[in-house]
């Protein structure tokens, strides 16, 4: 080929040529030498004929895109990690003012108020969490307990972790994966406590059998993967200190207006979601994840993310926002860093920001007491359809789970026919949590109105009539 590839300018025979004498590569093929053969595909790959023109990319795209069915055409009670909150429009006009949207992140030359709109989430964040130090997000919720995780680790030196059998496997696995491997030198164990079924909570009993001193840290999670306010915070962090180990609470900020923050009942880290401070859902990128601790020092050399500090300047009496402890971090020591960071979601922070502003403490505490209220609501309804039941009635922040085994259907039958009436059922739990039956986890928030909530209750009764 004499003639560049459309999107792949390199694509010249001349231009590669020149890049591996710039490399001192004799060629492409030496650059793979250290895959072994039978490691490598020998075969011809079977893929569609190239695009030659924008005209059919843009056809072939819109295609593509029409085989997805989403959220602004059908009613959806998903959430079990994504979930569908207002977004005032405010969020995204900010977000995606030129002095945010196109600077470089993590350079200091490229801050036109992006470090004070930083230093603005961190405090609001810090305020809602009722801690000192927040750093800036990580990749998503998932990220953030893993990284608190080994933060713990390196605090007390140990190599086991304790978190709740029924939270999101997607979460878990994050977790897993942070932990790493059995073999690999850094590893910590990350070891199941049991739910009791009749209540959801946590298994003190069980929970008291596995704490030694070899644990460094106890990680829950209020309100719960299932949707559970855990009410024995006080005494899970009671149990865990009495053996030297971190407490690390993982909880939706959104909560937070009607729900008590973590450090009052002992909780020594605290990670959660941003999503649903003003961000859209989204697939394919990070739904913001973020750390908090009490503002010491031994926390805060613990870090892996990036920090922004307020500063006085050269100029008597002014103040600036500036990046602090970068050094730390894998920006400022690469691989050697506490651990990898990234910044797929510091714009997003920036909505999360303008997000908190505009809500205040009587707006959080106004939207939780209407996700509260209609979410209730939505589980009565659903509990009166005969056949159906809700396992936990009460005691429950927006994501309740439906119980479907008594009417003969599977999980997937209900759902599949709901779709089909333009409905996004709850989150399929049989496979995940087998001890939960034929269950579904529904999200009732407040874009969902009253007439919502009666469009699936009448669907369900003529699914399962």
Known sequence: MSIAHPWMANSVPAIKAAMLREIGAPSIEALFEQIPADHRTQHEFALPPSLR???????????????????????SFLGAGIWQHHVPAICDEIAGRSEFLTSVWGTAMSDHGRNQAWFEFCSQLGELVECDFVGLPVYSWGCAAGNAVRLASRLNGRRRV?????????????????????????????????????????????????????VTAVYFENPSFLGIIETQGA????????????????????????????????????????????????????????????????????????NISITPTRNPGEHGFALSLSHQSSYGMREQGKDWTGNSVYLTAIANAVFMSLMGPEGFSELGELVLARSHDAARRLDAIPGVSVRWKSGF???????????????????AALLARGIFGGKDLSADIPALGQSALYAVTEVHAPEDIARLAKALEEILR
């Open 397 to 415: 922040f927006r994501e309740f789970v439906v119980d479907f085994s008594a009417t003969g259907r599977s999980v997937a039958q209900v759902n």
């Open 235 to 306: 005494e899970i962090a009671r149990l865990a200190h009495a053996v030297g180990a971190e407490v690390i609470v993982g909880v939706d900020p959104i909560s937070l207006g009607v729900l008590a923050p973590p450090p009052a009942y002992g909780a020594d880290i605290v990670v959660g979601t941003t999503q649903t401070l003003g961000a859209h859902m989204s697939a394919g990128g990070g739904a913001g994840g973020f750390i908090a601790s009490r503002d010491e020092e031994r926390y805060a050399r613990e870090y892996p993310t990036l």
């Open 53 to 75: 023109s924008e005209p059919e990319l843009r056809r072939h795209m819109l295609s593509l895109l029409r085989k997805n069915t989403s959220c602004e055409e059908n009613l």
């Open 162 to 214: 304790l978190v709740p059998e029924w939270m999101d496997p997607e979460r878990l696995a994050v977790i897993r994966q942070y932990c790493e491997p059995e073999g690999m030198p850094n590893r910590i164990a990350v070891e199941l406590v049991a739910q009791r079924a009749a209540d959801g909570l946590i298994d003190l009993d069980d929970l008291r059998a596995k704490l030694n001193d070899g």
